[in-house]
């Protein structure tokens, strides 16, 4: 581990200890992931539940509540507890919850939303504050089908201060078509596509985070073509390749996962292809990154 990375990983590691009443709250790392206990989702939070949650996911950035049984309504009454609901788009005579979003794969799956890195909705002019994923049939043959998640806080700081400061002001191009992967999307689909600062503060915190990521952002501003695309390989490959960075939740049923899409991404690993995994994802609402 060079320098660089060891003081930023003490640096985002080190605070002063939180004393929960509410809600018990077990890291899975110490950048990054927490378990959280003593709470029923499928009732309203007290206030006092509530300012605990924000406190765990502000330090902790991915929550995971395990054993819940929730009804879409539960579902969509706890994630409006931290913002708006973001509605998907859908085709004209698609009736289905505009605002919950199915995550499914089966034997029948030749693609898998989510099987690479990347931070949900970021090509939009308001890139979303969290999502919600709650698991109900993870994959039945009992393993497989986990998520990583990455903080892009460690990410930025472990870079050397020659490059944060090289970073710093520029800007990148994230492009909702780069999902689809050349292939084209849904005849009436608004493709989304906004430039956003490659380095941006949490709203919340004011801390810097990387806001790049390889499922959206295409090119950085007022660089060539070649210099864009090396230095966002090596942005992305600090993902990639510092298991550091991230945690791995594994999904039980009744699993509901909060994270925050403003300083994370995140990877849904198929690695249970022919069996299934089903879940329902909502996304809350954030506001435009500032830098
Ligand atoms: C997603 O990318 O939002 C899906 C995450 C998952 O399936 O674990």
Redesign the pocket.
């Known amino acids: 581990m060079d320098e660089f990375t060891r003081a930023a990983a003490k640096r985002l590691t080190t605070r002063p200890p939180y004393d929960y009443q509410q809600i018990s709250v077990r890291p899975l790392t110490p950048v990054i992931g927490a378990e959280v206990s003593g709470i029923d989702l499928s009732r309203k939070p007290s206030e006092e539940q509530l300012a605990e949650l924000r406190h765990a996911f502000l330090t902790h950035h991915v929550l995971v509540f395990r054993d819940q049984r929730l009804t879409p309504s539960d579902h969509k009454r706890f994630a409006r507890c931290f913002g708006e609901l973001r509605r998907q788009q859908r085709a004209a005579g698609d009736d289905r919850d505009p605002e919950i979003l199915d995550?499914r794969a089966d034997q029948d799956s030749t693609f898998v939303?989510?099987n690479d890195w990347?931070t949900?909705g970021t090509a939009d002019a308001e890139p979303s504050l969290g999502?919600m994923?709650y698991m109900t049939e993870p994959p039945a043959i009992g393993s497989g089908g986990d998520?990583m998640f990455a903080n892009m806080h460690l990410a930025y700081e472990m870079l050397s201060p020659t490059m944060r400061g090289f970073l710093d002001g520029l800007t990148a191009v994230h492009d909702g078509l780069a999902p689809w992967k050349g292939y084209p999307p849904p005849a009436d689909y608004v493709v989304p596509k906004s430039e956003h600062p490659v380095v941006a503060r949490h709203p919340d915190t004011g801390r810097r985070l990387l806001f790049v990521n390889p499922g959206f952002t295409t090119h950085i501003v007022g660089l060539s073509a070649e210099e864009s695309r090396a230095l966002l390989d090596l942005l992305f490959n600090l993902v990639a390749t510092k298991p550091l960075l991230s945690c791995r939740v594994h999904w039980t049923p009744n699993t509901l996962v909060f994270w925050d899409n403003r300083c994370t991404q995140?990877h849904?690993i198929w690695d249970y292809y022919p069996h299934s995994r089903y879940?329902q994802?909502v996304t809350i609402n954030g506001s435009r990154p500032t830098a």
């Open positions: 995550i939303d989510g990347h949900d999502s994923l998520t995140h849904a879940g994802r």
